[in-house]
């Protein structure tokens, strides 16, 4: 009884033990104080712990960027030394590009006699453009500013020293004498559109000028020859693979065939001139000359035959001044013409060059408004260069007639015109894209083309 007496009397048991440590034992035995010297042998530890491909994968990764910065620096530098350059390198004179003739020669051509030699080329040379002569804003009659009293004009012959003489002078001259447009394109002071009354002579090649009154054709830059090797590395496959044909099917090195009159071909005759192709330019004019027959019994689109073979054709004609193209340009034309022959004097999209028939397309009893009205810039110039008056009747006729239309001054037209009541259909239907588009295009050329005198 005492033994168990003095046991109760005892301390209480304790059941945990408590252990302080200090800073310094702490970290002996892996305590967290967020030191560099811990924080490298964490991150060791961890890039341990990965895979041989993870730390493969990591290490490529680190490398691909060290590579990639280096060559952006690279990059960065040699842009940073050519703009520091540039004033250096435009002192410099453009070299020569054998088998090329200059580009954007200031002047081109007139048109020239229907015997002229379709071989003669306007020479270029690369020389520094001048400064461009101060001309009134203004399309179609574009005139350059009257010179002061007491300036010095030069003339085919001899020296005009007064405005009065001047004038007198322009009388003899006026239909000889043309016009620098902004882009060195030819113009003739007179672009009206009126019907011709009789037949027009055919355009003369226009009297050589004195060297030291022409102006200067602008030099070659490296852009232009740019532009000038992309046409050929393009020209090159369509002469390979589908040379008189329509479309060249690059990727199959074959052709497809749209009417089968070499669309490509004569949509690029005028590039190839204005490029300076000679080579490219003969060849592409014997297939002209020997292989484009429109005796053919198919189907066009009279949008689309107007503005890239009729059209083709005209833009070559005035620059090369070779009758052929003339020639070439009278015939579609006529053969287009089947195409007018509606109750409303709207015209069908489609005519049978061969058979002289017309219709609308298969799945509509309508024409696109766009096509209808995007066909008179063309037809139009055929009639000023021939003589013929039926071919701007027809096309002025179709827009006299949209314009008397309800709702035309409204806003927007609708994309279709039915042929036979010349009435807008699908209406409440509008777009600015296709179908629609070059009307309103068309809207500001014929204006300009008219000498700003149509509605």
Known sequence: AAMYSGAAAGPPRRDFISVTLGPEEAVGVGGYNNSKAWRRRSCWRKWKQLSRLQRSVILFLFAFLAVCGVISYTSMGEAWKSITNKS???????????????ANPAVLPAPQKADANHGDYPELSLQKPPKPPHVHRGPSNLQI??????????????????????????????????????RGAVIEPDQSTEPPSIKIKEPE????????DQKEPVPINERQLAVIEAFRHAWKGYKDFAWGHDELKPLSKSYSEWFG?????????????????????????????????????????????????????????????DNLFLEKAKDIGNRLMPAFKTPSKIPYSDVNIGRG???????????????VTSIQLEFRELSRLTGDEKFQKAV????????????KNDGLVPMFINTN????????????????????????????????KEN
């Open 205 to 212: 090649k226009s009297p050589s000028v004195e060297a030291e």
């Open 261 to 321: 009159l070499g669309l490509t071909l004569i949509d690029a005759l005028d590039t190839m001139w204005i490029l300076g192709l000679k080579e490219e330019f003969e060849e592409a004019r014997k297939w002209v000359a020997n292989d484009l027959v429109f005796d053919k019994n198919v189907d066009v689109n009279l949008f689309e035959s107007t503005i890239r073979i009729l059209g083709g054709l005209l833009s070559t004609y005035h620059l090369s001044g």
């Open 421 to 452: 009541s010349g009435q807008f259909t699908h209406l409440g239907v509008y777009t600015l894209g296709a179908r629609a588009d070059s009307y309103y295009e068309y809207l500001l050329k014929q204006w300009i083309q008219g000498g700003k």
């Open 145 to 182: 500013k009257a010179p002061r009293r007491d300036m010095r004009l030069k003339t085919r012959h001899d020296t005009i020293r007064t405005v009065e003489e001047l004038v007198e002078a322009d009388k003899v001259e006026k239909t000889e004498k043309s016009i620098i447009s902004w």
């Open 396 to 407: 002025d006729e179709v827009m006299k007639h949209v314009h008397t239309l309800s709702g």
């Open 88 to 102: 250096l390198d435009e002192q410099r004179t453009e070299k020569e590009v054998p088998g090329l003739k200059l």
């Open 357 to 371: 028939t017309a219709h609308p397309p298969r799945w509509t009893s309508d024409s696109t408004v766009a096509e």
